[in-house]
């Protein structure tokens, strides 16, 4: 790439589905205003429970073609989103979804879980140092609620930013680059309260019988721990679409209310405003609006 937008954004998931539902308001609105956007996903999500009856042959302990499927959910989002620069980590197919924490995929040959983290880590070396982003985002330490993909896209994303600096390290992969700011997925615990409230009173006219409970939405924390909100509104209907896009793993209600469900069947909110907690690099104010606030070009 010769010539780069003045704003670049990479963000780093687990699995297809995981960019649309966290941060697919954000995505949408810079990619609308003229930031480049990159998306790195680690696993084609093979373990991933399918929701639709007419899909449900595609499930591991089936056909156990589900990734590649996932793999044009994920095209689909995208488009929804107008983000255009998409990449699996390794190539697709590299590293395999590790399943929930304990359970036995964990440690098979080829899991994302298993895999040596420098070894994942120089795949987003090259992604770094090849699109020069300023902003990083990804998730927690505990990947927002441990699942062992997640906390391993957590570890990977960390340590790549960290090697992606360092000027001895592997230069057939590029110059290097130090990314300014790198943001953690949250949610605000009285946002997410407020929203769960609000979603008590809408549940009626969809077709869910419960709800999930604010200990189902990855990276909820104390309000004082957020740090930036983007307000994704305006992308409300995209992001909405993007995860609808993902038609194995999400179902939006019908009927036009923000509301989704993944395979639990337990109703959630869909969050348009999304939140940020600055891990590392400088706030250009306490509570930022911009990820790219204080950021030279
Ligand atoms: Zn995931």
């Known amino acids: ?14 699995h297809p589905d995981d960019e649309s539902i966290n941060n697919g308001a954000t ?37 156990d073609i589900l990734g590649p499927h996932r793999i044009g959910e994920l095209t689909a989002a995208m488009k929804e989103l107008g983000v255009t620069d998409h990449r699996f980590l390794g190539g697709p197919g590299r590293f395999r979804d590790s399943g929930m924490m304990g359970a036995e995929q964990n440690n098979r040959p080829g899991a994302f879980w298993s895999a040596d983290l420098d070894e994942a880590a120089a795949y987003l070396v090259e992604v770094i140092r090849e699109v020069r982003p300023q902003v990083l985002v990804t998730y927690d330490p ?8 997640h906390i391993k896209a957590h570890r990977v994303a960390m ?15 590029g110059d ?9 997925n949250r949610v605000p615990r009285s946002v997410a309260e407020e929203r769960f409230r609000w979603l008590a009173g809408a549940l009626g006219p969809t ?11 990855p990276g909820v924390v104390d309000d004082a721990r957020v740090t930036a909100e983007i307000d994704g509104r305006a992308f ?33 909110p869909v969050f348009d405003v999304e939140y940020y907690e600055l891990a590392r690099g400088e706030a250009a104010t306490p509570y930022e609006t911009d990820l790219f606030a204080g950021v030279v070009a």
């Open 27 to 63: 995505m949408a609105r810079y990619a609308a205003d003229g930031a480049h956007v990159t998306l790195v996903t680690c696993t084609l999500g093979e373990e991933g429970e399918v929701i639709p009856d007419r899909l449900a042959h595609l499930a591991p302990d089936r056909e």
């Open 142 to 149: 505990d990947g927002g609620y441990g699942h062992p993909d």
């Open 176 to 184: 290097p680059h130090t990314v300014a700011k790198i943001y953690w």
């Open 207 to 217: 077709p869910y019988a419960a709800m999930a409970s604010i200990g189902d939405v």
């Open 236 to 268: 409300a209907a995209a992001k909405t679409a993007a995860m609808a896009a993902h038609a194995t793993q999400v179902e939006i209600a019908p009927g036009g209310e923000p509301v989704f469900v993944l395979s639990n069947e337990l109703a959630q």
């Open 1 to 14: 790439m010769t010539e780069l937008p003045d704003r670049r954004l990479l963000l780093v998931h687990a």
């Open 159 to 173: 340590r790549a930013a960290d090697l992606a600096a360092e000027p001895a390290f592997r230069r057939d992969l």
